[in-house]
Each structure stands twice: as C-alpha cells, then as structure tokens.
C-alpha cells in the first residue's frame, strides 16, 4: 500500500468503476473521451494501487479537525468548536508515516499542505515519489506525474458528509466525533483524541497534538488498525493563499479518470 493509497484512504469514499469514464488529456484542444483500452494498462493498475478510496478520507477528517486549533487561544477539548469556527487557512510542510497493525513502518513520505477554508486544499508529495491532490471547492484531483494518471470526482461524493461537513461548518463538532483531553506528553505536546460520533468505515479515531496553540502532530488509527502519523513544521496560521493553490492543470497525455462537472 502506497502513500497516496494510505492518503487516500483518508479523503474519499469508495467510487464505482461504472460510474466514471476514462479520459486522457490531448496535446492540443479540449479533453476528449478515450477508451480505456488507449490507456496505459500496467500504468493504469499501477495508480489505482496508489490512489486508493478510505485513507484520504480518514487523514482530511483529521487535518481539517486538527488545524482549527491554530487559530486563536488556549486549546481544549471544550473549545474545538471555536478553533474550528476561527480557522481560515493554513500552510506547513509535513512528514508522514504509516505503521501497520504489528507495528512495522510501511511507508514514509513528506511534502507539503495548503487549506482554504471553505473546500479547498492542496496536498503535495515530494518524496517518495511525485503526487498531488487537489480540492478546488467542487471536486477532488489527484495527479501522479510519474504514472502520468489522474483521477477526479465531485467534492461531495468523495469526502462524504464529515469532511465537507467540517470544512463548511454547518453542523457542530459535537454532532460530528467525540473529543476528549489526553494530557501533556514529556515533549510538552498536549493530546487530544477525537472518535466519531456514529458508525464509520475508515477512522477508529482521530489524536491531534499541539505545543501551545501550534498543530504539531496527527495520528490517524483506520479500520485495519494502520497507524499513520504526520508532524508538521514551518507552520502558517491563516495566511493568505494564492487562488492558484487549489487549481490544477494536467499536462497532455495525461490519462484521466472521471469527468468535471
């Protein structure tokens, strides 16, 4: 299971085959209808093992929970509502590692997120390998340039209530996860842990750290007992991002899965 397999786990919810077309971007003029046997099959197997349907899902609940505690004042259990309430934008490099369930480090990986809120992100691979995925408010991308595949799919469809829920903020935390203070850890973080509130097919649950009101720390327990963990660095609360953040072009040739709405 690769990163972006484990990432998106977290971001999108199972998507039926029948359901999409496949496309590939020409060189020149508007995206026509390919078939899928002008694709490129080894290729094309290769992306769907990379770019799989529950991590995605499960890290963006996470990170959109977890960095509305950047904003303003103390952070606690009590108060996530309001730090969620006060989040606008954010901008850090990340690390990420996935353990799996015997404990055995699968996949390591770092790069860089940008959020906007409301429905925009962009999370950027830069190693192990090249890949980007991209929520333009509509719909959600992810790009591998070394495969030089793409998929796209509505926003709604593909993150499911929570997540859009979340970023929207048109329902309150309390009627999404459970939250619950951990305590301080001897590097000074304070935990918090986050369990959702009804039945969920991705998460088991959700522990954010923070050293003072700073997101340091995520770590995303999924349905297989996978344990991924992200630290961030260099972190930015609200800043001001460029539109272009959250808008992707697809070089030609690129084979593409699904259709813009």
């Known amino acids: 299971m690769s990163l ?30 390919a078939s899928p046997a002008s694709c490129k099959p080894n290729r094309w197997m290769a992306v769907k093992r990379r770019v ?21 004042g103390p952070v606690r259990a009590d108060t996530l509502q309001q730090q969620l309430d006060g989040m606008r934008s954010f901008h850090a490099r990340f690390s990420q590692q ?37 929520a333009d408010g509509e719909h ?8 030089e595949q793409a998929t796209v799919s509505p926003l709604d469809e593909t993150l499911g209530a929570t997540p859009a829920v979340l970023l929207s903020g048109l329902r309150p935390l309390a009627e999404v996860m459970r939250s619950e203070a951990l305590g301080r850890d001897e590097q000074g973080i304070d935990w918090y842990r986050l369990r959702p509130v009804g039945p969920d097919e991705s998460v088991q649950e959700v522990r954010i750290g923070f050293e003072g009101t700073r997101l340091r720390s995520i770590r995303v327990r999924d349905s297989f007992d996978n344990d991924t963990r992200i630290r961030f660095s260099q972190v930015q609360s609200n800043p001001e991002i ?18 813009a709405r």
């Not at 999108?12 to 971007?25: E, K, L, N, Q, Y």
């Not at 529950?54 to 904003?71: T, W």
Request: one cysteine or more; proline letters at 8%; hydrophobic letters at 45%.
């Open 4 to 33: 972006a397999l484990s990432s998106l786990h977290v971001f999108s919810r199972p998507v039926h085959a029948d359901r999409h077309a496949v496309f590939r971007a020409p060189s020149v003029g508007p995206m026509q209808q």
């Open 52 to 72: 799989g349907p529950v991590f995605f899902r499960c890290l963006l609940r996470a990170v959109l929970l977890c960095l509305a505690g950047l904003c303003t």
């Open 98 to 134: 996935v353990a799996d369930a015997r404990g055995e480090i699968v996949q390591e990986g770092n790069g860089e997120v940008w959020i906007q809120k409301p429905g925009r992100f962009r999370w950027q691979y830069e190693s192990p390998w090249q890949q980007l995925i991209v």
């Open 140 to 147: 959600l991308w992810n790009y591998d340039a070394d495969l």
């Open 242 to 259: 460029d539109p272009a953040r959250f808008r992707i072009e697809l070089p030609p040739g690129t084979d593409l899965v699904g259709e």
